[in-house]
T-cell receptor, first 112, second 117 residues
Framework: GQQVMQIPQYQHVQEGEDFTTYCNSS?????IQWYKQRPGGHPVFLIQ?????EVKKQKRLTFQFGEAKKNSSLHITATQTTDVGTYFC????????????FGKGTLLTVNP | GAGVSQSPRYKVAKRGQDVALRCDPI?????LFWYQQALGQGPEFLTY????????KSGLPSDRFFAERPEGSVSTLKIQRTQQEDSAVYLC???????????????FGSGTRLTVV
């Protein structure tokens, strides 16, 4: 079945440093979504990427979808303590237009 | 309501006990999903409803797990004869997605943390 892998599993940064998490799928994706889960909270939808090579920005967050639609990345510029949480990518493959397969997530901690 | 509501927030069950977890999705959301999240892991798909129809239950771990959404709104996930390995957070999500418009994100509820002792 479809597998979605994320690296790194954990990332600790000093406030103000940049952060990147990478997502790779075993199959070509029709789209990919990113979610943020604060400690003790539930996943919150951030963004969806659909097109090959697509890049989207949300303030300090930059999301990319690979040309082959099998990988994606989330980059945060100048991290803040409010960025703490686990970032999940979730992919949908052509075989299903509703089921999202989540990666294991990258836990980001920020030292003030 | 404004968001997806799940109850109870926490549930402690003795091994062998039956439990029922409730999800009240956002009004008008056609799609409803149940996911299971173990500690330190990503959510894992359990089942999917489009309105009242359960279109996919391939993720349910065993026949002890049963989900329903009889009127196309509130959904209940039932676990019979709970086992320790059932301990996890059970997340419900709803979405505007439909077959015609599949590209919508999910809105998750706060989840039910089930602990089987």
């Amino acid at each position: 079945g479809q597998q979605v892998m994320q690296i790194p599993q954990y990332q600790h940064v000093q406030e103000g440093e940049d952060f990147t998490t990478y997502c790779n799928s075993s199959t070509t994706l029709s789209n990919i979504q990113w979610y943020k889960q604060r400690p003790g909270g539930h996943p919150v939808f951030l963004i969806q990427l659909v097109k090959s090579g697509e890049v989207k920005k949300q303030k300090r967050l930059t999301f990319q979808f690979g040309e082959a639609k099998k990988n994606s990345s989330l980059h945060i510029t100048a991290t803040q303590t409010t960025d703490v949480g686990t970032y999940f990518c979730a992919g949908r493959s052509g075989g299903s237009n509703y089921k999202l397969t989540f990666g294991k997530g990258t836990l980001l901690t920020v030292n003030p | 309501g404004a968001g997806v509501s799940q109850s109870p927030r926490y549930k402690v069950a003795k091994r062998g006990q039956d439990v029922a977890l409730r999800c009240d999705p956002i009004s008008g959301h056609v799609s409803l999903f149940w996911y299971q999240q173990a500690l330190g892991q990503g959510p894992e798909f359990l089942t999917y409803f489009q309105n009242e129809a359960q279109l996919d239950k391939s993720g349910l771990p065993s026949d002890r797990f049963f989900a329903e959404r009889p009127e196309g709104s509130v959904s209940t996930l039932k676990i019979q004869r709970t086992q320790q390995e059932d301990s996890a957070v059970y997340l419900c999500a709803s979405s505007l997605r439909s077959n015609r418009n599949p590209n919508y994100g999910y809105t998750f509820g706060s989840g039910t943390r089930l602990t089987v002792v």
